[in-house]
T-cell receptor, first 115, second 111 residues
């Protein structure tokens, strides 16, 4: 099976702009989660989507949003970019259907630099 | 809340040395535990997992045992190689959706 793919891999934006990142999960996986990785804060959970519904959200401002499509592909959007949004954004997919601990598989990430 | 504390690095070793990275957790209930590895410029790769007490996860020579009594999940490898140089993250999964990660331990193996 192909792994989790993320596009683009690298992105440079200016403060105040907005950005959209894309994630395609492993075939058959319906849960997609997003994480932000920075040197200072480490890995932090952004949100999780399952069957086109956001089911869980981390402690991030409303500038961070996302959605999931019927084919389970997901996008996340960051509006009004700030310098502190520079980070590696990681997408993970999971095969979970109901309760039970299913491992998450990560994509290579999108490196966002805000100048 | 749920949290993971792992040994701070960096850790520098010679090839064929023994590696241990300590990881302890705090959680209500019974989480699943994972070790992920991140190579430079890449995302996270699942290294191994354990879903209940006394489970031992193993992969590529790495092992970790889920110890409920000490709330620990220490990672070990008996003989490291240069290719094991990476950042290692301990993580727990509770309520199925959110991974809580440790701060990461940078391991450098010298030839």
């Amino acid at each position: 099976k192909a792994g989790v793919t993320q596009t683009p891999r690298y992105l440079i934006k200016t403060r105040g702009q907005q950005v959209t990142l894309s994630c395609s999960p492993i075939s058959g996986h319906r849960s997609v989660s997003w994480y932000q990785q920075t040197p200072g804060q480490g890995l932090q959970f952004l949100f999780e989507y399952f069957s086109e519904t956001q089911r869980n959200k981390g402690n991030f401002p409303g500038r961070f949003s996302g959605r999931q499509f019927s084919n389970s592909r997901s996008e996340m959007n960051v509006s009004t970019l700030e310098l502190g949004d520079s980070a590696l954004y990681l997408c993970a997919s999971s095969g979970r259907q109901g309760r039970g601990s299913y491992e998450q598989y990560f994509g290579p990430g999108t490196r966002l630099t805000v100048t | 809340g749920n949290s993971v504390t792992q040994m701070e690095g960096p850790v520098t070793l010679s090839e064929e040395a023994f590696l241990t990275i300590n990881c302890t957790y705090t959680a209500t209930g019974y989480p699943s535990l994972f070790w992920y590895v991140q190579y430079p410029g890449e995302g996270l790769q699942l290294l191994l997992k354990a879903t209940k007490a006394d489970d031992k996860g193993s992969n590529k020579g790495f092992e970790a045992t889920y110890r409920k009594e000490t709330t620990s999940f220490h990672l070990e490898k008996g003989s490291v190689q240069v290719s094991d140089s990476a950042v290692y993250f301990c993580a727990l999964l509770f309520n199925d959706y959110k991974l809580s990660f440790g701060a990461g331990t940078t391991v450098t193996v010298r030839a």
